[in-house]
């Protein structure tokens, strides 16, 4: 049997999973098993498809800030994805390629071996950082560029990865992290949602148990604002001069499944799980023009429709609005002390992180930052980075910001092209460990081997 490559990139919200000669296509799996109090069913990974109603979904995680802590969980959706369930896999013939925390801990990496090679009996694998997977990719196409003959990557880049724990800001020279330079901000996707949650519940109605719901409100409305205190007086203006006011439908998993924005109804594929890919993301989108596309709908609602919770539209209908939350909750990224933290926003921690880093190379991590994680997706995310950093950094260096179509994806795709691209082979090769070799060394080995990329 020919033998395949699975990239697997197991994020702590979603995993992304496909073979590396299938091109870019991949599939987006919840890593979570979720409990259904409507269904009474547990969901384990790709089966929340098939959950019909996605009201009051309890989740067991096996991320625990921003570390694999619940093996049990873990395990069980692993066991849907390399037992053929959820993807056609035949692990005695399968290179697998898989993800890993940053700074992981010893005794989780063995566990990774363990599983990897003694549970699931894979004939060799390797582990790499998300960062590490995003830096195999052709990053000066992100800024209209073609990469220099005779180079495999660029030399160095900053890689933003904003995902669902955490945000990570990693400093890369030549593939390998400076350890140095690496910076974390305690603020995650989840943490967004969580935020939004408690605002909801405190203005409008109890909503601390909609967390899968909420989540989508946020995917669907929220945004990074360029403009935060002039929007912030649009927000107290009347609705109909109000650009910023969105009114979302809430769905009642009965007779429509799915939420939508009132005059922008786009809604997405029926019975989808948390974090998929179905978000249309415009790395350049200007503000002015979200702004402007928002207009149409405030218009609809006359004097005082900012204080309605509850509306009827032929059969009953519940309607959220969503006014300055929109951009006020994404805010946390760039100002985590609006919520008590003390932390740096964003920016700051990209300057600061470069400033740990070699005089001699600031000025080419400047130009070379990247972004990536579920959180990138965010309309005016890159804007608002690329903003606030041209006003921190040195005068002397160019600050360039780039951001693929998908960047909930891009780590994957990196990993996919070492293991597919000729020029890579002779890395691919002295990074993979196969089971022959660990059944002789153990995870020393494992160690040893994927620790000499850092």
Not at 283 to 300: F, H
Not at 407 to 418: F, H
Request: hydrophobic share 35%.
């Amino acid at each position: 049997m020919t033998s395949r490559t699975l990239v697997v990139d197991n994020g702590a919200s979603t995993i992304k999973c496909g073979y590396a000669d299938v091109g870019t296509t991949y599939k987006t799996i919840p890593n979570n098993i979720t409990r259904s109090k409507t269904e009474r069913k547990t969901f384990i990974g790709d089966q929340l498809e098939t959950c019909k109603d996605f009201s009051g979904l309890y989740y067991r995680l096996p991320f625990e800030k921003g570390m694999l802590t619940s093996w049990d969980v873990e395990k069980q959706v692993w066991d849907r994805l390399f037992t053929g369930k959820a993807l056609p896999c035949e692990p005695s013939s399968t290179t697998l390629v898989i993800s890993e925390p940053i700074f992981n801990l010893p005794n989780i990496a063995t566990t990774y071996d363990q599983l990897v090679f003694e549970e699931y009996g894979f004939q060799s694998y390797t582990r790499l950082t998300a960062p590490q997977m995003a830096m195999y990719n052709e990053i000066p196409r992100l800024f209209g560029q073609t990469m220099t003959s005779g180079k495999k990557r660029v030399d160095c880049a900053v890689i933003v990865d904003s995902g669902y724990s955490f945000t990570h800001i990693v400093p890369c020279w030549k593939g390998k992290p400076i350890l140095v330079g690496i910076r974390r901000i305690n603020v995650g996707g989840k943490l967004l949602t969580n935020h939004l949650k408690e605002i909801i519940s405190f203005r409008y109605w109890n909503m601390m148990d909609e967390t899968h719901l909420v989540n989508e409100v946020k995917e669907a409305c929220c945004y990074i604002s360029n403009n935060f205190w002039e929007e912030l007086d649009i927000c107290k203006k009347s609705p109909r001069a109000n650009k910023i006011l969105q009114h979302y439908v809430l769905p009642d998993y009965s007779t429509q499944q799915t939420g939508y924005i009132k005059g922008k109804r786009r809604a997405k594929k029926t019975g989808k799980g948390k974090g998929t890919n179905d978000m249309d993301v415009d790395a350049n989108k200007d503000l002015k023009n979200d702004q402007d596309d928002q207009q149409s709908d405030a218009s609809d609602i006359g004097e005082g429709g900012s204080d309605v919770e509850m509306a009827a539209t032929g059969e009953e209908e519940q309607v959220l609005t969503m006014n300055n939350e929109r951009f006020t909750v994404p805010e946390i990224l760039f100002h985590p002390s609006d919520i008590g933290m003390e932390q740096a926003g964003i920016p700051e921690a990209i300057v600061d992180a470069i400033s740990a880093c070699d005089e001699e190379i600031q000025g080419m991590l400047y130009a070379n930052i990247v972004l990536i994680g579920g959180n990138a997706r965010l309309p005016g995310f890159k804007k608002r980075v690329a903003n606030d950093l041209r006003q921190l950094a040195p005068s002397e260096f160019e600050v360039r910001v780039g951001i693929d179509k998908d960047p909930l994806g891009y780590a994957w795709k990196g990993a996919t092209r070492l293991a597919t691209m000729d020029e890579f082979a002779s890395e691919f090769k002295n990074r993979l460990v196969t089971r022959a070799e660990y059944l002789e060394s153990g995870s020393a080995l494992c160690e040893s081997r994927f620790r000499s990329g850092v």
